[in-house]
């Protein structure tokens, strides 16, 4: 069975460009959640999205940043415009709704922004 | 924000050892769970243990779960080198996960 895919694996790109990044959920997971993590806060819980609707976003840092999610396969988190501190691994992750149901992560998309 | 802490941050063993890492928490959880990282990829769940349950096994792992002290622990038996990784417990409220720092191990051949 595929898990969860990310692209890109790994992005570097100037401060104040767009980034994009893309994520697959495992088919039949109805929630989806990005997370960033970083050496300084660990892993932090950025938006949480339940059939396609978004219903925690209370992570999501600052206005560049905004999600997405306009079916059950494809997510979006986009960072408009990027700067240095947004540098990070940003993790998707999805899992079936409900309680004591795990959740199953992509392997991420280191970001780098210079 | 972070709500599990583990202890010790790092540990380094000989293969054949048993690794036994902590986790506390501060509120009321539905479930805790553990996940592995390995070095540059995505966490992988391990073990999920409900707040009704006190103990559970798989494979080579032993989860214990005291809510009266808000605490966990993950035992490792008879380490091998592959299960060289960070290891993070998350406490499960609703639908949000809160993951600790997580313990670094390190399995030595």
């Known amino acids: 069975d595929a898990g969860v895919i990310q692209s890109p694996r790994h992005e570097v790109t100037e401060m104040g460009q767009e980034v994009t990044l893309r994520c697959k959920p495992i088919s039949g997971h109805n929630s989806l959640f990005w997370y960033r993590q970083t050496m300084m806060r660990g892993l932090e819980l950025l938006i949480y999205?339940?059939?396609?609707?978004?219903?925690?976003d209370s992570g999501m840092p600052e206005d560049r940043f905004s999600a997405k999610m306009p079916n059950a396969s494809f997510s979006t988190l986009k960072i408009q415009p990027s700067e240095p501190r947004d540098s990070a691994v940003y993790f998707c992750?999805?899992?079936?709704?409900?309680?004591?149901?795990?959740?199953?992560f992509g392997d991420g998309t280191r970001l780098s922004i210079l | 924000s972070q709500q599990g802490e583990e202890d010790p941050q790092a540990l380094s063993i000989q293969e054949g050892e048993n690794a036994t890492m902590n986790c506390s928490y501060k509120t009321s959880i539905n479930n805790l769970q553990w996940y592995r990282q390995n070095s540059g990829r995505g966490l992988v769940h391990l073990i999920l243990i409900r707040s009704n349950e006190r103990e559970k096994h798989s494979g080579r792992l032993r989860v214990t779960l005291d809510t009266s002290k808000k605490s966990s622990s993950l035992l490792i038996t008879a380490s091998r080198a592959a299960d060289t990784a960070s290891y993070f417990c998350a406490t499960d409220e609703n639908y949000k996960l809160s993951f600790g720092a997580g313990t670094t191990v390190t399995v030595r051949a």
């Open positions: 992750a999805s899992k079936y709704t409900g309680s004591n149901q795990p959740q199953h």
């Open positions: 999205f339940n059939n396609n609707v978004p219903i925690d």
